[in-house]
């Protein structure tokens, strides 16, 4: 698995994923302005790995600020925080990244230098725990996959997503590692094919069976009774466990319950979040038109005519059949269910 992001001395490298599976090319980032760059670009996409970059953002923010005053330094490192939190608005581990920095900033002594040393530390626990937050899911969530299974998948939720292993094909990998015979639908995931690009070459790069399947053509793979599973990732769960995921992911929830075909999402803890009620109350992320009037960079529709590109859509919590995280898997009642997790581990 390539590593998507890490540091490299006083340097985040930012894996580029908008070049997979073509080419391998990481993005030098020197201050916070290019990390953002990557976030809003989607150079590195996925929540977890969002969070991860935030956090990697400030501590670069942190190094720029040239005040020696404790609280002054603090005051900037906040502005910087907020013009981070904006990058993008619907993936929640962005502001919970954030959060965690300015709380370490916060207890830190008062020394200017130490404040910058911890923040670098901080990023560093966040990478490492990551990672054994999502093969921690992994297990709990293989535990769901019959001995043999295809799942069918949407978007990325793999290593590529997060800081490493992946959250929805972490549960993948560990079902694959625990001896079960597992193959892969990916839907391709319009507009950006992160379906096709990056999780088949994810799958690929480590000899799981995958196929590469249409957005639209969820209803009648199902209908032939080609799935047993569905497993996805999540920018944000509500309170009462409705889901935002990529715009997609709600038309495969809707065909797995036609279906019959249990639809499970994988999200650490840091994804849920209690402040939210519902997924009414989720911001959705509307991106460029143009990004679903060219593919390739060529056009596909005609001169004059106008986009519509949502860049997530939410799945209501009744059509989720469980949710996978980190310390087990939480079933209904969500609400209740989710807060008890969230107290619990302290996230």
Not at 151 to 168: E, R
Not at 198 to 207: C, K, N
Not at 221 to 241: F, P, Q, S, T
Request: with cysteine; net charge positive.
């Amino acid at each position: 698995m390539l590593e998507t992001l890490y540091w490299d001395g006083e340097v985040a490298m930012i894996l580029d994923q908008r070049k997979l599976p073509g080419q391998t090319t990481y993005i030098a980032c020197r201050n916070m302005r290019r990390v953002i760059y990557c976030i809003q670009s989607l150079a590195t996409r996925g929540a977890p790995a969002i969070g991860c970059a935030a956090a990697m953002g400030l501590v670069l923010a942190a190094r720029a600020i040239r005040v020696k005053d404790p609280a002054k330094f603090r005051q900037r490192l906040d502005r910087a925080a907020e013009t981070m939190r904006a990058a993008r608005p619907t993936a929640v581990n962005l502001a919970w990244a954030c959060d965690r920095v300015l709380a370490v900033a916060a207890m830190a002594p008062d020394d200017v230098e130490t404040i910058r040393a911890m923040l670098r530390r901080e990023s560093e626990i966040m990478l490492a725990e990551d990672v054994a937050i999502n093969r921690a899911m992994g297990d709990h969530g293989a535990k769901l996959v019959p001995r043999r299974a295809t799942i069918l998948t949407h978007c990325n939720a793999g290593s590529l997503a997060t800081a490493g292993f992946g959250t929805a094909l972490g549960v993948i990998r560990a079902a694959v590692a625990a001896g079960k015979q597992v193959s892969v639908i990916a839907d391709e995931t319009r507009p950006l094919l992160q379906g096709g690009r990056l999780t088949a070459w994810e799958m690929v790069q480590e000899g799981i069976p995958v196929k590469v399947a249409p957005d639209s053509a969820v209803g009648v793979i199902m209908a032939k009774g080609l799935v047993d599973l569905c497993v996805v990732g999540a920018d944000r769960v509500a309170a009462n466990g409705d889901v935002a995921n990529k715009v997609g992911t709600f038309n495969v929830a809707l065909q797995a319950k036609r279906h019959r075909v249990p639809f499970y999402v994988a999200a650490p803890l840091s994804t849920v979040d209690l402040d939210t009620p519902t997924g009414a109350d989720i911001p959705i992320e509307e991106r460029e038109a143009k990004e679903v009037l060219t593919a390739m960079g060529r056009a596909i529709a005609p001169p004059g005519a106008e986009g519509l590109n949502f860049a997530f859509d939410v799945t209501p919590q009744d059509l989720v059949s469980a949710i996978i995280t980190e310390v087990g898997v939480i079933e209904r009642p969500y609400r209740r269910n989710l807060a008890r997790a969230k107290k619990q581990a302290r996230v």
